[in-house]
């Protein structure tokens, strides 16, 4: 069974926690988080990022960087933008998105559940960004971006949550730059933390939605301790890392689109001629083309866009993994036609966040790229079912909306 316990959490004051949330630092790069942070000192990417604190010329993961992250929050502890709660909570995080509500319970998962495999894993990680992480939690000595998580949805759970909600003021309840409103309440007593703690026990597995980099290095980083601290005795802070756990039902997954730079030699008219062996081609001329189910995919090639409808034959109606829309573009397109065998490492492929749109595909193939795949959106249905069987989904599968705001909760490892 699952650990999902509270925590003391390092947390922004109410006045300012609007100017210190910020999105993932991984969904920008170092000049756009440079362009964010003008004229709010506050923003959380001044840590999460803190080479946008320094000289441009300097590498992204030269010591500086590092040094310069752990000497921000320090400061930013010191000058009261944060405090720290006497006693461990589970805080309540609601999310709104263009009228679609998410809400999850903030505490800490065991990095024992992630190595038993009770939290479950559907993509590989990269080695460079996972000690990117690992230095970056070590060096600031805390968990500064929660892990995206989801289980299976629990009724008693559930209604804990909405009672909670429905009969306490939130502690923060503002509206980012982006129009995502945010609200959080603190379960601040002491017999409703122990019947969740309860109830959290009585769940087998915990599945990561978004954030495996920051899973894995953290945890990586909870065995370092464990090596130099040999007497420890399991109630450490770095035995447990930072999440926030969704009910499945209350999460959306949005499309993962593809664009590919080139066509390894072949022309449009080859291009198309060798796709017809995995699927039904038609010119689409009712504006851009957004797959309708499972098995569609719409592309944009040489000015025009194309439906694509994948034919039976092709993949294994009973293997998750095979029959992942994803899963037949790698096999039948990327790696026989167009040479990108590895999609997590090759410079010739771009993933586009169906956040961003369709009109960006078209916009990035007539700007000089070769082709746009649009993607029918992964269930969460199959991610779980992927990760019950230890299986991996192809790179890139999955893309969740809206994004957890990093700052707004801090996990102290010491």
Not at 1 to 18: E, I, Q, W
Not at 63 to 91: C, F, R, T
Not at 222 to 248: K, M, S
Not at 327 to 348: A, E, F, H, W, Y
Request: charged letters at 30%; proline letters at 5%; one cysteine or more.
């Amino acid at each position: 069974m699952a650990v999902f316990r509270p925590f003391k959490a390092v947390r922004p004051t109410k006045k300012l926690v609007s100017r210190v949330a910020a999105l993932p630092y991984d969904v920008m790069n170092s000049e756009e988080a440079r362009q964010m942070v003008q004229g709010n000192p506050y923003s959380f990417l001044h840590v999460d990022k803190a080479e946008i604190d320094l000289d441009p010329s300097i590498d992204l993961y030269d010591e500086q960087v590092y040094d310069k992250a752990a000497s921000n929050l320090k400061k930013m502890q010191e000058d009261g933008i944060y405090m720290q709660d006497a006693a461990p909570h589970y805080y309540i995080y609601r999310q709104i998105m263009d009228g679609r509500s998410q809400t999850g319970i903030v505490g800490c998962a065991s990095i024992d559940d992630y190595l038993n495999n009770h939290v479950k894993k559907h993509e590989l990680t990269r080695a460079d960004k996972e000690a990117d992480r690992i230095h970056h939690v070590d060096t600031c000595d805390a968990n500064t971006g929660p892990i995206f998580l989801t289980y299976r949805a629990d009724e008693e759970i559930s209604g804990i949550m909405r009672e909670w909600k429905e009969n306490h003021e939130p502690e923060y309840d503002f509206i980012s730059e982006d129009g995502i409103a945010h609200t959080v309440w603190v379960i601040d007593c002491d017999e409703l933390t122990g019947r969740l703690e309860q109830l959290f026990a009585g769940i087998s597995d915990f599945y990561i939605a978004d954030g495996h980099h920051r899973a894995a290095s953290a945890v990586k980083v909870g065995q370092r301790r464990r090596t130099a601290c040999p007497g420890y005795d399991g109630t450490e802070e770095f035995h447990y890392f930072l999440a926030v756990l969704f009910p499945d039902e209350e999460l959306k997954i949005m499309d993962y689109n593809r664009v590919v730079h080139d066509l390894n030699g072949n022309t449009p008219e080859a291009f198309l001629a060798k796709l017809e062996e995995a699927f039904e081609i038609s010119e689409y001329t009712n504006g851009l083309c957004k797959p309708q189910g499972k098995h569609e995919m719409g592309m944009y090639l040489d000015g025009k866009w194309y439906l694509l409808v994948v034919k039976d034959c092709v993949y294994d109606p009973e293997d998750p993994v095979d029959r992942l829309d994803v899963s037949i573009l790698q096999k039948k397109v990327l790696t026989p036609i167009l040479g990108i065998s590895d999609p997590r490492t090759s410079d010739r492929i771009s993933f586009i966040g169906g956040i961003r749109g369709l009109e960006e595909l078209v916009r990035l193939v007539d700007g000089g790229k070769a082709a746009a795949f649009a993607m029918y959106p992964t269930g969460l249905d199959d991610l779980m079912s992927i990760a019950d069987t230890g299986n991996i989904m192809p790179p890139k599968s999955t893309w969740f909306e809206p994004k957890l705001r990093s700052g707004i909760f801090i996990h102290k490892l010491s």
